[in-house]
């Protein structure tokens, strides 16, 4: 299982950046995908996740109304749209991905711990 994250970088208040994960080892249309992200000093937190078994898709309440996540079955990629960003979503953006039945995804976004494959991160600044 390899998951590659891209599209991180630095953006104003207020501005948009797209993360992308790339997936390959697995069978995608079976898997969650979850992002999560990690500022200095604090726990990872979840941002968002996805079902491609059935298209679900979940989001912290602190970026509800703001990101959106999607997933291409036939890239093998979802990404996350950021929008009206804050400098309190600078952190490294991490994927993840693992199997899990539809009644349970959302509740991953509060255990981490539950994916067991992870991408390498990609660092999210925005700047006031």
């Known amino acids: 299982v390899q998951l590659v994250e891209s599209g991180g970088g630095l953006v104003q208040t207020g501005g948009s950046l797209t993360l992308s994960c790339a997936a390959s080892?697995?069978?995608?249309?079976?898997?969650?995908i979850a992002w999560f992200r990690q500022a200095p000093g604090k726990e990872r937190e979840g941002v968002s996740c996805?079902?491609?078994?059935?298209?679900?898709?979940y989001y912290s309440d602190s970026v509800k109304g703001r990101f959106t996540i999607s997933s291409d079955s036939a890239k093998k990629t979802v990404h996350l749209h950021m929008n009206n960003l804050k400098p309190e979503d600078t952190a490294v953006y991490y994927c993840?991905?693992?199997?899990?039945?539809?009644?349970?995804?959302?509740?991953?976004?509060?255990?981490?711990?539950?994916?067991?494959?992870w991408g390498q991160g990609t660092q999210v600044t925005v700047s006031s």
């Open positions: 080892g697995f069978t995608f249309g079976d898997w969650s």
């Open positions: 993840a991905a693992d199997f899990f039945y539809t009644d349970y995804v959302s509740r991953t976004l509060s255990r981490p711990g539950e994916y067991d494959y």
């Open positions: 996805i079902s491609n078994i059935d298209g679900s898709t």
